[in-house]
């Protein structure tokens, strides 16, 4: 099972160069969730769309603009990218429904720089 | 979702229990208490998660103490390969409308390096 599937791994862009980070899951889940992690932090969610045509704002939405393509698609994208965007940037997927349910699967990450 | 304090960094004997604590003091009684760790720059993996009573499942168990303010995850025979960054998080399970999403408040966790 391929899971959760980011492309590019690697970017390098030049301040203000456009780009578009794509994941894809084939677990059929309805949640997907886009984090940024910075060297030595915890993840911060950007966005996130609870389910097909749904999306929101997370905790550090500037900068970005997101599309929710269909059920397995879910895209991040930098309209003009800065230095303070270099990043590894995670997406994940969760079902959605029930009462106990959360747990999120990720994927390896994308690692972009921003000279 | 309710703040959740670890250690910074923790050491074990490969073979050995880990155990790694986390408080969160301001649970609320719907939160859930949710444990993931991340193994170098790779994706954070699920390990497990409760609400009130203990868990284990094939990787870990979840000690969470009566009072919910504080809990436990334990590695019961850790090896180098459970070197990594160990979160814990408390939150909510299911988002509005009954619609479950997992918006995770990932903190600084804990480094549990393993040696031999």
């Known amino acids: 099972n391929a899971g959760v599937t980011q492309t590019p791994k690697f970017q390098v862009l030049k301040t203000g160069q456009s780009m578009t980070l794509q994941c894809a899951q084939d677990?059929?889940?309805?949640?997907m969730y886009w984090y940024r992690q910075d060297p030595g932090m915890g993840l911060r969610l950007i966005y996130y769309?609870?389910?097909?045509?749904?999306?929101d704002k997370g905790e550090v939405p500037n900068g970005y603009n997101v599309s929710r393509l269909n059920k397995r698609e879910f895209s991040l994208r930098l309209e003009s990218a800065a230095p303070s965007q270099t990043s590894v940037y995670f997406c994940?997927?969760?079902?959605?429904?029930?009462?106990?349910?959360?747990?999120?699967?990720f994927g390896e990450g994308s690692r972009l720089t921003v000279l | 979702d309710a703040k959740t304090t670890q250690p910074p960094s923790m050491d074990c004997a490969e073979g050995r229990a880990a155990n790694l604590p986390c408080n969160h003091s301001?649970?609320?009684?719907?939160?859930?208490v949710y444990w993931y760790r991340q193994i170098h720059s790779q994706g954070p993996q699920y390990i497990i998660h409760?609400?009130?009573n203990n868990e284990t499942n094939e990787m870990a168990s979840l000690i969470i103490t009566e009072d919910r303010k504080s809990s436990t995850l334990i590695l019961p025979h850790a090896t180098l390969r459970d070197t990594a960054v160990y979160y814990c998080?408390?939150?909510?399970?299911?988002?509005?409308?009954?619609?479950?999403?997992?918006?995770?408040?990932f903190g600084q966790g804990t480094i549990l390096t393993v040696h031999p």
């Open positions: 994940a997927s969760s079902r959605a429904g029930g009462s106990n349910t959360g747990e999120l699967f």
């Open positions: 677990m059929n889940h309805n949640s």
């Open positions: 769309s609870a389910s097909e045509g749904t999306t």
């Open positions: 301001t649970i609320s009684g719907n939160e859930y």
């Open positions: 409760g609400l009130k």
């Open positions: 998080i408390v939150r909510f399970p299911s988002g509005a409308g009954g619609t479950s999403y997992g918006k995770l408040t």
